[in-house]
């Protein structure tokens, strides 16, 4: 089975400062891996997804991952931030075969300062 | 690009009564859909797996009586939270996979109010 952890609950940064969101996974099993923005009352958007090939994953609004499989990371960053990044942050898993479930981690919520 | 759409968005009911929360695949079709569910502050928590014309499958620890799943067309699933007391209220998302480009899409989430 895979479990996802976030290593982090709260980030809070300052606006224009670079952030890394941090994920680790657990898997027997090759995997597929995701971040998902979620802002209040609302469902998730997909930032960017790890499928295979480059390890390096750049994502919408800026945001870029890295796949480690020996560390098994994918931490997630962004080089500089704005007020608008306010918003909880999802890492999750899947395995890799169709129709697998998505598994989440437990989100970290990022706030953003001016 | 693919959409789901999830309705009602937001709903208040009395105990007791029961609710039916709705998913609709707009321009593709989802043989599987997966119904999670989030309380304030907290993760997605997987309650089951919906496919097209069979049993869902629940997780452990999730009630099959009293959250009711059916995914009877390619294109709609349904969740019916059956006489549903205030520890049901919670956010509810539904979600379905797409093939091709593999990926995930959800809906935008029902909140759900028991009073």
């Known amino acids: 089975a895979q479990s996802v952890t976030q290593l982090d609950s709260q980030v809070p940064v300052f606006e224009e400062a670079p952030v890394e969101l941090r994920c680790n996974y657990s898997?027997?099993?090759?995997?597929?891996l995701f971040w998902y923005v979620q802002y209040p009352n609302q469902g998730l958007q997909l930032l960017l997804k790890?499928?295979?090939?480059?390890?390096l994953v750049k994502g919408i609004n800026g945001f870029e991952a890295e796949f480690n499989k020996s560390q098994t990371s994918f931490h997630l960053r962004k080089p500089s931030v704005h007020i608008s990044d306010t918003a909880e942050y999802f890492c999750?898993?899947?395995?890799?075969?169709?129709?697998?479930?998505?598994?989440f981690g437990q989100g970290t919520e990022l706030s953003v300062k001016p | 690009g693919a959409v789901v759409s999830q309705h009602p968005s937001r709903v208040i009911c009395k105990s007791g009564t029961s609710v039916k929360i709705e998913c609709r695949s707009l321009?593709?079709?989802?043989?599987?859909m997966f119904w999670y569910r989030q309380f304030p502050k907290q993760s997605l928590m997987l309650m089951a797996t919906?496919?097209?014309?069979?049993?869902?499958?629940?997780e452990q620890g999730v009630e099959k009586d009293k959250f009711l799943i059916n995914h009877a067309s390619l294109t709609l699933s349904t969740l019916t939270v059956t006489s549903a007391h205030p520890e049901d209220s919670s956010f509810y998302i539904c979600?379905?996979?797409?093939?091709?480009?593999?990926?995930?899409?959800f809906g935008s989430g029902t909140r759900l109010t028991v009073v």
């Open positions: 979600s379905a996979i797409l093939t091709g480009a593999y990926g995930y899409t």
């Open positions: 790890y499928l295979s090939g480059s390890t």
């Open positions: 999750a898993v899947s395995s890799g075969n169709q129709g697998g479930k998505l598994i």
């Open positions: 919906s496919n097209e014309g069979s049993k869902a499958t629940y």
């Open positions: 321009d593709f079709q989802a043989t599987t």
């Open positions: 898997s027997s099993v090759s995997v597929y």
